[in-house]
């Protein structure tokens, strides 16, 4: 005899990628029935071909293995969570040196299988152009949200849905080197909030030089549409830091690289030029270059941004990326089990919450569905300890603190530092690891 619960409660899921797969699985495994929608084969976005469920739409890596990194860290929690995604990755790995890589059609595949054979979970081949009004509801439809359903989305969440990403890179703090950088405020107006990077008129030419002939990365034909050679069409402020530069060279000096109002306290003068930057999060363990939002290769960005003085040993955290990609700033809108702070019954998860990459849009599908089904059960709240990646992950997109947010990937700099100081990266990040995991078991 089924359990009671599996006719009582419903969930429709839309969307069946890496995201919605984890959500469903979560759900249909706690005994409630699920409905997922998934609108191939009957209509592909431009970038998807295949027609099973989680395709892997760019690199078929879920990077690296080694748990003593970010996403060795996450896969890790992953697994101690129950991910779909992890077993059919371990299932159809393929040689890849320190990296979880994967035959892209065999995962497909075999995630499409497993999702189809379990007996709550009803798979349904149709486009959903509107925000379903019955029941809960987890919209896990990805960075190509077909128009109709963003629309849709888009008169649920107001403004504060977005549909480019334009985002510039962010570093570690601690990696900043603070002889050669100072804190300080324009003009001396409010708190000195901002690390000032500062250049003389050498620096800053040898700077310009190479921005200006640095590689960019290749645009999908998706996003063609929405970027040129000139720079963003439909948004000036989202224009690349290189497309700026090209205008001429003084152009960022009286741009996001400007000066006035400031005084280098090591010279008693007002630099020839300052690269800025701004904490990222509450903690100030991570600080983003402000005006860097760039389309340049991600060597190419390691390269030229580690020119501007104070940088020139950072730790890149996330590289500066620009796409298409429809999200939602999920500070104003979420809380950190991914559910609508003003509708209950509306969760998110995936890219479309403002997780970046394969492995954390998994991830956040898996918390999705599992805080769902714990508050379905009426179960105790899993809360994830903050020191777990996915934990600071689900904490960052839905911390009010960030006031111009944009998508992050998992990485060290988002979790609490060590009570001690240790300098050595591989083993700070070994450490990390340790905690974060060790913490997640005593929970879950």
């Known amino acids: 005899m089924k359990n009671s619960l599996e006719t009582a409660m419903k969930v429709n899921v839309i969307g069946a990628g890496l995201a919605g797969c984890e959500a469903a699985w979560q759900l249909a495994n706690a005994g409630i029935k699920v409905t997922l929608f998934e609108m191939k084969p009957i209509k592909y976005s431009p970038a998807h071909k295949y027609q099973g469920f989680a395709e892997l739409v760019c690199s078929n890596s879920l990077k690296a293995e080694r748990i003593g990194s970010a996403a060795g860290m996450l896969k890790q929690e992953m697994r101690m969570l129950g991910s779909i995604t992890m077993q059919c990755a371990d299932l159809s790995r393929v040689s890849a040196g320190g990296a979880l890589a994967v035959d892209r059609t065999k995962f497909s595949d075999l995630v499409t299988e497993r999702i189809k054979a379990h007996h709550l979970i009803e798979c349904v081949s149709q486009e959903v152009r509107d925000v379903p009004t019955d029941g809960f509801t987890i919209i896990a439809t990805g960075p190509l949200t077909s128009e109709p359903l963003a629309e849709s989305i888009q008169?649920?969440?107001?403004?504060?849905?977005?549909?480019?990403?334009?985002?510039?890179?962010?570093?570690?703090?601690?990696?900043?080197?603070?002889?050669?950088?100072?804190?300080?405020?324009?003009?001396?107006?409010g708190d000195a909030d901002y690390i000032n990077c500062p250049m003389e008129k050498n620096e800053y030419t040898a700077f310009y030089n190479a921005i200006t002939t640095a590689e960019s990365a290749e645009l999908h034909d998706f996003d063609k549409e929405h970027f040129s050679k000139d720079g963003f069409k439909v948004y000036e402020g989202c224009m690349p830091i290189e497309v700026l530069a090209k205008r001429g060279e003084d152009t960022m000096r009286f741009g996001p690289?400007?000066?006035?109002?400031?005084?280098?306290?090591?010279?008693?003068?007002?630099?020839?030029?300052?690269?800025?930057?701004?904490?990222?999060n509450e903690q100030g363990s991570m600080y983003n270059i402000v005006g860097f939002q760039t389309n340049l290769k991600f060597p190419e960005q390691k390269r030229v941004f580690s020119m501007i003085p104070g940088l020139e040993n950072a730790e890149f955290l996330r590289l500066g990326v620009m796409h298409r990609n429809t999200f939602i700033n999920s500070p104003k809108l979420l809380d950190e089990y991914f559910c609508m702070k003003n509708n209950d019954k509306?969760?998110?998860?995936?890219?479309?919450?403002?997780?970046?990459?394969?492995?954390?849009?998994?991830?956040?599908?898996?918390?999705?569905?599992?805080?769902?089904?714990?508050?379905?059960?009426?179960?105790?709240?899993?809360?994830?300890?903050?020191?777990t990646m996915l934990g600071s992950l689900c904490r960052y997109v839905s911390d009010e603190s960030v006031t111009d947010f944009q998508p992050m990937g998992c990485n060290m700099g988002i979790l609490p530092l060590l009570s001690q100081t240790v300098k050595n990266k591989q083993e700070r990040y070994a450490l990390l690891a340790e905690r974060g995991l060790k913490e997640l078991e005593n929970v879950i």
Request: glycine share 10%; with cysteine.
């Open 346 to 387: 509306i969760y998110f998860a995936g890219q479309i919450t403002g997780v970046e990459g394969y492995i954390e849009s998994a991830a956040s599908g898996i918390y999705a569905g599992l805080s769902l089904a714990r508050r379905l059960l009426g179960k105790r709240e899993l809360k994830l300890p903050q020191t």
């Open 257 to 280: 690289l400007k000066p006035v109002g400031l005084t280098d306290p090591k010279t008693g003068k007002r630099p020839y030029a300052v690269v800025q930057l701004r904490a990222e």
């Open 155 to 189: 008169k649920m969440c107001g403004d504060y849905l977005y549909f480019h990403d334009a985002a510039a890179p962010i570093v570690s703090f601690e990696s900043i080197d603070m002889s050669k950088a100072f804190f300080a405020a324009r003009y001396g107006r």
